[in-house]
């Protein structure tokens, strides 16, 4: 294969991956969350989608990837980026019962 | 709420959270290491049934009891957690046991505002009740116990509440003959100690469930175990009313903490999320099962009555940044509020009465 088109998938690949990441979306419906675990890599963005009809608090103690997106109402849809790779317990602080962990790897 | 569709950048929210990373951590928690990008808004379709089928079908009650794979049941074990659960030598006075606070002649609770504690000083909350505590997610008015084992050891050990340091109560149960040989008995490999002390008192706990309530009845069939004024109170409180977005399900409480605009100072769930505005005066929804005969009610037993509290949601709380989004001024007529209580008044259930269980010597 040409160089020039090996790199250019690389990109294409990399953009794709990329995008499928950004893609990812994590819902919360009928106080629960739509997945219990996922898997992204250091740098990339989940979505956390209130799909619920009541306000949620979605956030995170973990170290190095704290976050918090305060009162969330129902529709709203927030991008968070996770910067450090590890283990992310993410919870919503107003309904304890909602807990989920993103991995995050190299 | 925005308008269906809007979408804009959470710029400001961006630079908070960048001058918070430049700042450092404050209290407990820092919020800055993940990148918290663009909100957007978009209109949902709200699934709350308002047909009194639908409805019904979210209250069901539960056929088994749960108990953690990590503390299983055993007759004997829920026999054991009874006895030190009644016994008032689990307090360094030998003057108050768990249930001089959770009494089964207060529907597992006090009667009083607050609770009583060690000297009978007056404590800062209401004593919750224990019913249905086998459901639990979490414990205390403000979280700070993870499981009703957790909880158990907390009031025996608190200094304002019982004030037993756990290796006295432990010296002090060893010294009792009939304590070593039961504990033996039903922790074959494990014996006595503070873990099998809390194993036994949550397993005894979970044992507590409200038994059916006329509400139950109605919705297996017995369209006579409620007033028509009652079924009434249901669809109210399940739309207009809003109280089953947190008093949900069964035992009516998602076990999630809100500031529904209490006046006072206590910061509750706050102190320990002290990072996340919406925790600060929260406290954990209580379920509302034998409601009526567990007043006065709210975390701080404020308010004496269910008319009382009825009217605190209508009227919506003290506006602060912290009340929760789901609290504001209802518009409920003075029917829709009578039919409220009604309804409530219809999940007492007939407990059974609890034999005092004879205390080894």
């Not at chain 1, 890599?41 to 976050?67: C, M, W, Y």
């Not at chain 2, 607050?114 to 009978?120: E, R, T």
């Given at each position: 294969?040409?160089?020039?088109?090996?790199i250019?998938?690389?990109?294409?690949?990399?953009?794709?991956?990329?995008?499928?990441?950004?893609?990812?979306?994590?819902?919360?419906?009928?106080?629960?969350?739509?997945?219990?675990?996922?898997?992204?890599?250091?740098?990339?963005t989940?979505?956390?989608?209130?799909?619920?009809?009541?306000?949620?608090?979605?956030?995170s103690?973990?170290?190095?990837?704290?976050?918090?997106?305060?009162?969330?109402?129902p529709?709203?849809?927030?991008?968070?980026?996770?910067?450090?790779?590890?283990?992310?317990?993410?919870?919503?602080?107003?309904?304890?019962?909602?807990k989920m962990?993103?991995?995050?790897?190299? | 709420?925005?308008?269906?569709?809007?979408?804009?950048s959470?710029?400001?929210?961006?630079?908070?959270?960048?001058?918070i990373?430049?700042?450092?951590?404050?209290?407990?928690?820092?919020?800055?290491?993940?990148?918290?990008?663009?909100?957007?808004?978009?209109?949902?379709?709200?699934d709350?049934?308002?047909?009194?089928?639908?409805?019904?079908?979210?209250?069901?009650?539960?056929?088994?009891?749960?108990?953690?794979?990590?503390?299983p049941?055993?007759?004997?074990?829920?026999?054991?957690?009874?006895?030190?659960?009644?016994?008032?030598?689990?307090?360094?006075?030998?003057?108050?046991?768990?249930?001089?606070?959770?009494?089964?002649?207060?529907?597992?609770?006090?009667?009083?505002?607050?609770?009583?504690?060690?000297?009978?000083?007056?404590?800062?909350?209401?004593?919750?009740?224990?019913?249905?505590?086998a459901?639990?997610?979490?414990?205390?008015?403000?979280?700070r116990?993870?499981?009703?084992?957790?909880?158990?050891?907390?009031?025996?050990?608190?200094?304002?509440?019982?004030?037993?340091?756990?290796?006295?109560l432990?010296?002090?149960?060893?010294?009792?003959?009939?304590?070593?040989?039961?504990f033996?008995?039903?922790?074959?490999?494990?014996?006595?100690?503070?873990?099998?002390?809390a194993?036994?008192?949550?397993?005894?706990?979970?044992?507590?469930?409200?038994?059916?309530?006329?509400?139950d009845?109605?919705?297996?069939?017995?369209?006579?175990?409620?007033?028509?004024?009652?079924?009434?109170?249901?669809?109210?409180?399940?739309?207009k009313?809003?109280?089953?977005?947190?008093?949900?399900?069964?035992?009516?409480?998602?076990?999630?903490?809100?500031?529904?605009?209490?006046?006072?100072?206590?910061?509750?769930?706050?102190?320990?999320?002290?990072?996340?505005?919406?925790?600060?005066?929260?406290?954990?929804?209580?379920?509302?099962?034998e409601i009526?005969?567990?007043g006065?009610?709210?975390?701080?037993?404020?308010?004496?009555?269910?008319?009382?509290?009825?009217?605190?949601?209508?009227?919506?709380?003290?506006v602060?940044?912290?009340?929760?989004?789901?609290?504001?001024?209802?518009?409920?007529?003075?029917?829709?509020?009578?039919?409220?209580?009604?309804?409530?008044?219809?999940?007492n259930?007939?407990?059974?009465?609890?034999?005092?269980?004879?205390?080894?010597?």
């Amino acid at each position: 294969m040409h160089k020039p088109a090996l790199i250019a998938l690389l990109i294409l690949g990399g953009l794709s991956a990329a995008a499928y990441a950004a893609n990812q979306t994590v819902r919360q419906h009928g106080r629960m969350f739509s997945t219990e675990s996922v898997t992204i890599r250091k740098g990339e963005t989940l979505i956390f989608q209130n799909d619920d009809n009541v306000p949620h608090n979605i956030a995170s103690v973990s170290k190095g990837n704290e976050f918090n997106l305060g009162s969330q109402p129902p529709g709203a849809s927030t991008d968070v980026t996770f910067t450090e790779v590890g283990d992310v317990q993410v919870i919503c602080a107003i309904h304890p019962r909602m807990k989920m962990t993103v991995k995050i790897t190299n | 709420m925005p308008e269906p569709g809007f979408s804009r950048s959470t710029l400001l929210g961006s630079a908070v959270a960048a001058a918070i990373v430049f700042m450092g951590c404050v209290a407990d928690i820092c919020f800055a290491a993940a990148i918290v990008g663009e909100t957007r808004y978009a209109k949902i379709n709200p699934d709350t049934a308002t047909s009194l089928e639908g409805i019904k079908a979210e209250y069901r009650r539960p056929a088994l009891i749960p108990f953690p794979k990590e503390n299983p049941y055993t007759p004997e074990k829920a026999s054991l957690g009874k006895k030190l659960y009644f016994d008032t030598r689990l307090s360094v006075t030998s003057a108050q046991s768990c249930a001089s606070c959770h009494n089964p002649g207060f529907g597992w609770g006090d009667g009083l505002a607050v609770g009583v504690g060690h000297g009978m000083a007056k404590l800062a909350r209401r004593s919750p009740t224990i019913v249905n505590a086998a459901w639990g997610e979490i414990f205390m008015w403000d979280g700070r116990a993870a499981s009703l084992e957790e909880q158990a050891l907390g009031p025996i050990q608190s200094s304002g509440e019982m004030n037993m340091p756990i290796e006295q109560l432990m010296e002090r149960l060893a010294s009792i003959a009939e304590y070593k040989s039961i504990f033996a008995a039903v922790f074959p490999n494990e014996g006595m100690s503070a873990k099998t002390l809390a194993d036994a008192i949550a397993t005894f706990e979970r044992t507590i469930v409200s038994e059916r309530a006329p509400f139950d009845l109605w919705l297996e069939g017995n369209e006579q175990a409620i007033s028509e004024e009652a079924k009434r109170g249901l669809v109210v409180f399940n739309t207009k009313g809003q109280c089953s977005s947190c008093h949900e399900g069964w035992n009516f409480t998602d076990d999630g903490f809100q500031d529904i605009g209490l006046p006072g100072a206590d910061v509750g769930r706050g102190q320990f999320l002290p990072g996340i505005l919406k925790m600060k005066h929260a406290f954990k929804t209580p379920g509302l099962r034998e409601i009526s005969r567990r007043g006065p009610y709210m975390h701080d037993g404020s308010v004496a009555t269910l008319e009382e509290v009825i009217e605190h949601y209508d009227r919506g709380g003290v506006v602060r940044p912290s009340r929760s989004d789901l609290i504001k001024p209802l518009g409920l007529t003075s029917q829709e509020k009578s039919e409220l209580v009604a309804f409530l008044k219809t999940l007492n259930s007939h407990l059974n009465p609890t034999a005092l269980p004879d205390l080894p010597r």
